[in-house]
């Protein structure tokens, strides 16, 4: 069986590195190229003709719609998973109308990519749909931002993995400081103690930042007089069941 050959375009070195990593565990998928910018990204999509290109939407060079517009002028049959820390509902739907096959929130759980990519090559049928990977992680990103967390912020990535964690399984919540702070620390190369004074200092963020009580009161718990912030493991368990009722 020939190997599904896949180009990514992403500046974000490391993060391009894990996730090559990642798929080229997979026997049946070859990591063809990996490229920083959309000029080279694009020059890597004629010389090879992947299967699957996973790319950034902000590129220099070329833009990441520009590179879809290409893809579709060209009658390629490439099937398009498009990562991108910007989420608004106008550019995915824009993405959608030009033709791309999955969209992605950043900062992303590369077994997210790894699963889309097994789907699209018919591995994983029973992984669950797109919507769902969608739904929760754009809800979690405009959460945090409208909390005022910002996705440049070190403890970001570590408290969106926290919330998705918790949504995916509640039973994390009774233990976190033993199992939910080791396995983000796992998944990011820290440690359980820096994993938990980021996740406060994003929270400590959030409180300085904003003062409007009904926001906090919408996503957060509501605090104890002279309490000036929730704990690590009460936003991240709100958080949660919020994400799940909006899910729902």
């Not at 896949?6 to 070195?13: M, R, T």
């Not at 063809?32 to 003709?49: M, Q, R, T």
């Not at 591995?123 to 996705?151: C, H, M, R, W």
Request: hydrophobic residues 35%; aromatic residues 8%.
């Amino acid at each position: 069986m020939s190997k599904t050959k896949i180009v990514v375009i992403d500046n974000d070195k490391k993060a391009v590195w894990e996730l090559s990593k990642s798929l080229e565990c997979e026997e049946n998928i070859e990591v063809v190229s990996v490229e920083e910018n959309g000029i080279d990204g694009l020059e890597a999509i004629n010389k090879y003709n992947p299967d699957i290109v996973i790319m950034e939407l902000l590129l220099t060079g070329i833009d990441g719609f520009s590179i879809i517009d290409y893809i579709k002028e060209c009658k390629y049959d490439i099937k398009i998973i498009l990562t991108s820390v910007i989420n608004q509902q106008n550019i995915v739907r824009e993405a959608f109308d030009k033709g791309i096959d999955y969209f992605v929130v950043k900062p992303y759980d590369v077994n997210t990519i790894v699963n889309r990519v097994k789907r699209i090559i018919g591995e994983n049928k029973n992984s669950e749909t797109f919507s769902a990977i969608y739904s929760v992680d754009s809800i979690i990103a405009n959460s945090l931002i409208q909390l005022g967390i910002p996705a440049s912020l070190k403890g970001y990535r570590y408290v969106a993995t926290g919330i998705k964690r918790a949504t995916e399984d509640q039973g994390v919540l009774e233990g976190v400081t033993k199992i939910l702070y080791p396995d983000i620390a796992k998944e990011y190369d820290s440690t359980p103690q820096r994993v938990e004074k980021a996740i406060r200092h994003a929270i400590e963020v959030a409180w300085n930042k904003n003062s409007d009580s009904d926001l906090k009161n919408k996503f957060c718990v509501n605090l104890d007089k002279g309490r000036k912030r929730p704990t690590n493991s009460e936003f991240i368990a709100t958080m949660s069941q919020y994400i799940i009722n909006s899910y729902r």
